[in-house]
């Protein structure tokens, strides 16, 4: 008899579908989302666990855990799951990402109209007795224009509902192309910075990562019209929540309306709760009765087949593949992924048309369909909500528009096996190779054109430089000034003689920052600069190693 523990409210739909399943006990407790001992205690008897926002699942919740099998999160959002952690433990990790997208479709619509027409001022006067039309006029939205960034599940529904409601929308992603974003009716900005100064209305939709945290900052709210007024109803901390507060308040932007926030709930001195012209909701964008409905069938669906059947769909952190298969391809899945993340990180942000794989010599001869899904999961993690998995990331490719083309050569050439990747984007493209020694060693031998020899983990600074003496030691002096130690570097250059284009890459033992790699740009003979984060060396990346 399989148990399951549901530990946070979920829909009676939900819970009669696992009572009625043969071979299931479920078990309602949601008093051990409030208690981590009590929880990780009683995770010991369970065989799996359905959860939503309120329940943890912090490492050391997780850590010893030799029973539990699998989580499923009534819900898109996994950043209260510690997906390292479960991989290391062997427990898969589901969640249901399409329940709640037209909730918050309409969520983001409900704050945009609301704002606009000032709904809650106006509804709140009346209250008192007051009848004032004029303090309360407010602006229509047709003929407006809309900015979306992030063209997903929910970006889409959001531009749909724009089109409907005759706004001009405009829409960013940094995997779609301008011909992808034409076939929805949308317009096409290149970067966030294009976009935010054409807008009379900027609502985001992506997940909350280092690349996309406080992405609408002071700087890019000085952008925008002061007519402009923006919507979060995605993950507290896309936005500068005091940059916003100061915007409305010196009137560099109209109005702002949020229903998610950085700390959950705010604390009381959150100063957007004091400002006007800022409307603020509790996280209401998936708090419809038909979204919670949807999240917690299938939920209670997801736990049912990967108990009963050894199914799994819609996993986050490991691909139906079978332990034979994973066992052989690992190295290589830990390959792929790496070239994607290193490609996704030099591309910049622009958006990607296609992606060409080169299997020689030894990965020639494993699944290597497996590596182009482990490559696609790094090239699109950053920019998925929940990140991208071994099971869905080469479609996620596809309904961004870009091409996944494999060529094979079995026949080794300088390298007993080798993994060619080129990746196309709208403002040119990035050629990376790497390639495996022994049976745990991942090394960069090529990047754009340039013969070298890299480790692939950890941070890497990679700079483009002439060729001359002195760039070295200058870039190694400003490290070392701010005490940034250099464990590994690989020079290529073009050529056999001096003077002409080179490349270095350097693996460094802490991560400079921003100034530091201003300066590093900022020297003589030096033309480009990149900060690369990839796992550290035999780190476990969830979705990708079995």
């Not at 052989?328 to 830990?334: F, K, V």
């Amino acid at each position: 008899m399989y148990r399951v523990l549901v530990s946070d409210n979920l829909s009676s739909h939900g819970v009669k579908l696992l009572e009625e399943a043969e071979g299931i006990e479920v078990v309602v407790n949601t008093d051990l989302a409030k208690d981590p001992a009590a929880l990780k205690a009683a995770l010991a008897d369970f065989d799996g666990i359905i959860i939503r926002s309120g329940t943890k699942l912090k490492p050391e919740i997780l850590e010893g855990q030799t029973r539990l099998k699998a989580v499923a999160r009534a819900g898109v959002g996994v950043d209260n799951v510690d997906l390292p952690t479960a991989t290391k433990q062997g427990i898969v990790v589901m969640n249901t990402p399409a329940g709640n997208t037209i909730s918050t479709a309409e969520q983001t619509f409900a704050l945009m109209l609301a704002m606009s027409r000032n709904i809650a001022p106006a509804a709140a006067a009346m209250k008192a007795g007051g009848w004032d039309r004029k303090k309360f006029t407010g602006a229509q939205l047709a003929g407006k224009t809309l900015g979306v960034i992030g063209l997903g599940r929910i970006g889409l529904a959001v531009a749909k509902r724009g089109l409907a409601f005759e706004m001009d929308v405009i829409g960013y992603d940094p995997f779609f192309t301008a011909e992808k974003a034409a076939e929805h009716g949308l317009g096409y900005a290149a970067t966030v910075e294009e976009l935010v100064p054409k807008v009379d209305y900027l609502t985001a939709h992506t997940p909350l990562t280092d690349a996309t945290r406080n992405l609408i900052d002071a700087e890019m709210l000085k952008k925008m019209k002061p007519s402009a007024r923006i919507v979060n109803c995605a993950r507290g901390g896309i936005y500068d929540e005091e940059a916003v507060a100061d915007a409305l308040e010196a009137g560099t932007i109209a109005g702002a309306a949020f229903d998610v926030y950085t700390q959950e709930p705010p604390p009381e001195d959150f100063r957007l709760r004091t400002i006007p012209s800022a409307l603020c909701a509790p996280h209401l964008g998936a708090s419809t009765d038909e979204a919670q409905e949807l999240v917690a069938v299938e939920a209670a669906e997801l736990m049912i087949g990967y108990l009963t059947r050894g199914e799994i769909k819609i996993a986050v952190n490991t691909a139906s593949v079978s332990q034979a298969e994973a066992a052989s391809t690992r190295i290589y899945l830990d390959l792929g992924y790496r070239l994607g993340s290193l490609a996704s990180q030099l591309c910049g942000g622009a958006g990607v048309k296609r992606a060409t794989l080169t299997y020689r010599g030894e990965v020639a001869t494993k699944k290597y369909g497996l590596v182009t899904s482990a490559f696609t999961k790094g090239l699109l993690d950053a920019a998925i909500e929940g990140g991208a998995n071994m099971i869905n990331a080469t479609s996620l490719a596809k309904d961004r528009g870009i091409e996944l083309v494999e060529t094979v050569n079995e026949s080794a050439g300088d390298f007993s096996t080798r993994v060619g990747v080129k990746v196309e984007t709208e403002s040119g493209s990035v050629e990376v190779d790497g390639t495996v020694f022994g049976n745990q060693y991942l090394r960069l031998i090529g990047l754009d054109g340039f013969h070298l020899e890299s480790l692939l983990d950890g941070t890497l600074l990679i700079y483009r430089h002439e060729d001359r003496p002195g760039v070295i030691g200058a870039i190694g002096s400003v490290l070392g000034k701010h005490e940034i130690n250099i464990a590994d570097m690989a020079l290529g250059r073009s050529g056999d003689s001096a003077g002409g284009s080179s490349v270095a890459v350097l693996h460094l033992d802490s991560e400079p920052t921003a100034e530091v790699v201003a300066e590093v740009a900022a020297l003589p003979h030096v033309t480009g600069v990149d900060v690369v984060k990839l796992p550290g060396k035999g780190e476990a990346i969830a979705g990708v190693t079995a």
